[in-house]
């Protein structure tokens, strides 16, 4: 065998080598990397999701309270008592209860869609 023989087949072996190692160990760890990336990317969007939702259930719960209060209190001031008075059912405690309840249902319903 020549020596010009010798030296292609030296770098023959070197190039067939270097993309069996690429092809071998260098694109499965971009891959295995890639993954992990999108798998991430994917648990941080559904955790985010998650206390997006669970932000506006608050929300909407806090709103309901809200909302309750005031009609709360303003029935008080309409039968003409004080601010944190109570109520019976004659006085109109059953519906703003029956209102503010079904304010929370609704407030669940659209927090499980989710």
Known sequence: MS?????????????????????????????IAA???????????????EAKAKEEYSNCRTSAYTV????????????????ECTLNVYEGSKTIEERYNNELKQCLSIYKAR
């Open 3 to 31: 020596k010009t023989n010798k030296i292609v087949l030296a770098i023959v072996m070197i190039v067939i080598l270097w993309l069996s190692y690429t092809a071998l160990i260098v694109v499965p760890r971009e891959r």
């Open 35 to 49: 993954k992990s990336q999108s798998e991430r990317l994917e648990i941080y969007t559904k955790t985010l999701m």
């Open 68 to 83: 309750y209060s005031i009609d709360w209190e303003a029935q008080c001031k309409l039968l003409r008592k004080s601010e």
